[in-house]
């Protein structure tokens, strides 16, 4: 899907909702685990939010269209895009936090020898 795919490329400080310093500006995971990881988060979003996904990233549906086929209003359409991709985002950075301690953790246990 190209939206998990945008993300496992784009880098952490620039992620919606990202607190990631403006420093980080590499990850810790390779791209194949990034994109396992938003495949298994992509899984676990609520189902509307993963059929917004789906519409705007796979169908290629405006927010108008995906209202009119949701039978909603555009504003719950965006609040439940900008939260998937938010949530998504999280999953990323944090997964990436836990491959940068488990990189780490060798190193500074043996700086305290």
């Known amino acids: 899907m190209a939206l998990l795919e945008t993300l496992a490329r784009t880098k952490p400080a620039k992620l919606p909702g990202s607190q990631t310093p403006r420093r980080a500006v590499s990850w810790h995971m390779p791209l194949k685990d990034r994109r396992a990881v938003l495949q298994k988060a992509f899984t676990t979003l609520p ?13 290629g549906l405006n927010l108008q269209e995906m209202a009119q086929a949701l039978c909603t209003d555009v504003e ?38």
Do not use: F, G, W
Request: charged fraction near 45%; proline fraction near 2%.
């Open 76 to 113: 719950t359409v965006r609040a439940l895009l900008d939260d998937a991709v938010a949530r998504l985002a999280r999953a990323l950075i944090k997964a990436d936090e836990k491959a940068r301690d488990k990189d780490e953790a060798p190193a500074h246990r043996k700086s305290l020898r």
């Open 47 to 59: 189902e509307r939010k993963r059929l917004v996904v789906a519409l705007r990233h796979h169908e």
